[in-house]
């Protein structure tokens, strides 16, 4: 065999090598994509956000009409709706998709960077294997290893007290919802980024066994159906985005951004966080837990977008880490 053959043998050989190299890199350590961007359906219209996440607008669009596409569909590991556009009456019953579900509502955005805070709401109701992502934080659960819901509560006029904080309340169309994000420092909670800075800003995030459980007696997290109570009273899901959002503290975007917060209800873009110690979205998407399940490893959420005037709606895995907004007992 002459040089030139060896040589030419060789510079194959040693490619061939290089490729197996590359091939075999692993990005399997990277964050997971914000919910609504993975295995999970989107009520209303898809949009891309700013930074490359798929996210659904919910500024037009009916969701009567879109959220019948399996909504239930596979969770992976973040899966979930984005503002969905079109009329909350019709979504919030949506094609089946949560048909174990009874009622349950959800919703779910994209990424964010950071913004201002509102009081969020849950109630109790015993898990399912929601996962632990406990912060380190202050332990709020009993001797038996119960959650224990925000203590000490007391209501006077548009405010209730509990846990050694004061949350607004607004009574929307007969339904008395918190003004903010809860901020009670749970086992099951974090702040986002671990700083206690977005805490005071976003209020916690809560996986959805402690988010069940942890508002104050008198109070509950709202279902599904309690969510789209709440769309409709202010005129349907595909505007009701602009209309709670706060009118400050959400990114900015040409045409949406902050909403109008007609009816002082302040949500603001707290992001969302992951078991694995994950978090994104802040500034830019609001996700609230609903009391309702999907299936038994996964329940439905709200959402609002920076990008988008409607409200969405969406299922993500249990352990995930959202916002939580409390509604009144009836």
């Known amino acids: 065999m002459n040089k030139r053959k060896l040589g030419f043998i060789l510079l194959i050989g040693y490619f061939g090598v290089l490729t197996l190299i590359s091939c075999s890199s692993d990005d399997s350590d990277g964050p997971p994509p914000p919910l609504g961007t993975s295995s999970s359906s989107v009520e209303g219209n898809s949009s891309s956000s700013g930074d490359g996440y798929s996210s659904s607008d919910g500024g037009d669009g009916d969701s009567s009409s879109s959220a019948d596409d399996d909504s239930s569909s596979s969770v992976g590991d973040s899966s979930s709706s984005d503002d969905g556009g079109g009329d909350s009456s019709s979504s919030g019953e949506d094609d089946g998709s949560s048909s174990s579900v009874g009622d349950s509502s959800s919703s779910g955005g994209d990424e964010g960077d950071d913004s201002s805070s509102s009081a969020d ?20 659960s009993s001797s038996d290893g119960s959650i224990v819901s ?3 509560p007391s209501v006077s006029d548009n405010s209730v007290s509990c846990g ?23 086992n099951g909670s ?4 671990d700083d206690p800075a977005n805490c005071d800003i976003y209020g916690r995030l809560y996986d959805w066994s402690t988010a069940r459980s942890v508002c104050p007696n008198g109070w509950h997290l709202p279902s599904d159906e309690e969510w789209t109570a709440l769309e409709n009273a202010v005129g349907g899901s595909s505007t009701a985005g602009t209309k709670l959002k706060a009118t400050s503290g959400w990114n900015a975007d040409a045409t949406y951004g902050n909403g109008t917060d007609d009816y002082g209800f302040s949500a603001l873009p707290g992001g969302a966080g992951y078991s694995n110690g994950y978090f994104n979205s802040v500034g830019s998407l609001g996700y609230w837990w609903s009391a309702s399940e999907d299936t038994s490893s996964n329940a439905w959420f709200r959402n609002m977008n920076y990008l988008g005037s409607g409200a969405g709606r ?17």
Do not use: M
């Open 121 to 140: 709401n849950s109630s109790s109701s015993e898990d399912d294997g929601g996962g632990d992502s406990s912060s380190s934080e202050g332990d709020s």
């Open 314 to 330: 969406g299922v993500t895995n249990k352990p995930d880490l959202l916002s939580v907004r409390c509604v009144q007992d009836g």
């Open 150 to 152: 925000c203590p000490n």
């Open 190 to 193: 974090r702040c986002y980024d």
């Open 164 to 186: 050694g904080q004061t949350y607004r309340t607004v009574n929307i169309n007969g339904q008395v919802w918190f003004a903010e994000n809860l901020n009670y420092a749970a």
